[in-house]
């Protein structure tokens, strides 16, 4: 049968271990949250990949199917975890808001390479910026350094605003420009769904700049 350590003994097994399983818990989710942004990242350089529809939509549903994996991974680990240093229900929202960005990030791919808008290309580099900056956000915040997750968020804002107006400017010159009915609905909706994403990514960043300011 086993005896509790004497006062005194300097022996504390059971704190220890729990300070590592805390962080080794920590450390496993944080993985797959990473992971999920990369695959976020990998999604949105879709958009400015000029290949034929077929492509893009089969390299869309193979990403769709990891982000899909990924996030069931996450849900699992988040009802097995109780020792972590974030509380659950805000990893679960960032994980939950990853998920609908790359929802709409693979929409747009898929429409762009179907439709072959070339307005929306010339706007979309920003995007995969942005992911790119999320994905070391993620990072960072799973390492403890919310400085520079809230940081990178205020970055983000500002590089969303920026791909708003570009947005915004390169509808107005196809409204202006295009005489073509199909042209004009075409690059439209393409426009539209680049605009969603940002949208998205905004919300992302959100939550990542809460959870940072909340734990600091």
């Avoid at 762009?112 to 960072?140: D, N, W, Y």
């Avoid at 791909?163 to 005489?179: I, K, S, V």
Wanted: aromatic share 2%; net charge positive; charged share 25%.
């Amino acid at each position: 049968m086993p005896h509790a350590a004497p006062i005194g003994s300097g022996v504390e097994a059971a704190p220890s271990r729990g300070w590592l399983g805390r962080r080794s818990e920590h450390r496993r989710l944080f993985a797959h949250l990473e992971h999920q942004a990369a695959v976020v990242h990998q999604g949105a350089a879709l958009l400015v990949q000029p290949a034929a529809s077929a492509v893009v939509d089969r390299a869309a549903a193979s990403v769709e199917a990891e982000g899909e994996r990924v996030a069931a991974e996450i849900e699992i680990r988040l009802r097995r975890s109780f020792m972590l240093r974030i509380d659950r229900e805000d990893l679960h929202r960032l994980s939950s808001e990853l998920g609908g960005a790359l929802s709409v990030v693979l929409r747009g791919a898929r429409s762009a390479a179907l439709l072959g808008a070339p307005a929306t290309f010339a706007v979309a580099g920003p995007v995969v910026g942005c992911t790119e900056a999320t994905a070391g956000a993620v990072r960072s915040l799973g390492e403890g350094d919310y400085g520079a997750v809230s940081g990178v968020c205020r970055q983000l804002r500002g590089a969303l605003r920026d791909a708003l107006r570009a947005r915004d400017e390169a509808l107005a010159a196809t409204l202006r420009g295009t005489r073509e009915p199909q042209a004009l609905v075409r690059e439209s909706l393409m426009l539209d769904d680049v605009k969603a994403i940002l949208r998205r990514l905004g919300v992302v960043t959100d939550v990542l700049a809460y959870v940072a300011v909340k734990n600091a």
